[in-house]
Structure formats: C-alpha cells, structure tokens
Nanobody, 116 residues
C-alpha cells in the first residue's frame, strides 16, 4: 500500500513553468514505477510521463516531450514533474500514480491552469 500527495499546482500564464511534487509513503518507494497523469472534466485520464524505480527508464506522452521532465528522489520518497513552456491545453487536474505488479495507486490530484 502506498499513499500519494501531490502539490505545486496553480495558475500560470502561457509560456510559464510549474513544478509538481508528489510525496509517497512507505519504505519500498524505489520499487514502484511512478507516473503523472492528467484529466479534464468529462474526459478520460491520460498518461503524461512515467519513471522506473531507479530512474533509468522514462517515458513521455508526445504532447509533452521536450517541455516536461519527470524525476524522482528515492531518498526523499518524492517524484517531480517540471513543466516548462506551458500551454492553455495543459490545463487539467494532474494526478500522481504509483504502480507495482499490476496494481496502481493514485493521489488526490492538483489543479494546473494555464491562461492564454
């Protein structure tokens, strides 16, 4: 079992940056693949980025490649999403996720709003 708490969302102008953070509970954080997803009202949750337990295996959605960077600090049980060159279409609730052996856990989400 792992509990996830996101922070760092907010309102930013187009072209700006935000850094999302996700704090995870538990002693085996480095065994979880961590990820970020986002969801707009009435739409399905979509994948943004993920990172393996040791940080060596990273994937991004095409829509964020070159603008977003996922990272993790296993000593602090933290995962981050650095978001640069933000666009209005990046406006969503962003969710942190942890996955292991076919199970997935979610945080409560943090709102990101990008104004044009």
């Amino acid at each position: 079992q792992v509990q996830l708490v996101e922070s760092g969302g907010g309102l930013v102008q187009a072209g700006g940056s935000l850094r999302l953070s996700c704090a995870a509970s538990g002693r085996t954080f480095n065994t979880y693949r961590m990820g970020w997803f986002r969801q707009a009202p009435g739409k399905e949750r979509e994948f943004v980025a993920s990172i393996s337990g040791n940080g060596g295996d990273i994937y991004y959605a095409d829509s964020v490649k070159g603008r977003f960077t996922i990272s993790r600090d296993n000593a602090k049980n933290m995962v981050y999403l650095q978001m640069n060159s933000l666009k209005p279409e990046d406006t969503d609730v962003y969710y942190c996720s942890a996955s292991l052996l076919g199970r997935r856990w979610w945080g409560q989400g943090t709102q990101v709003t990008v104004s044009s």
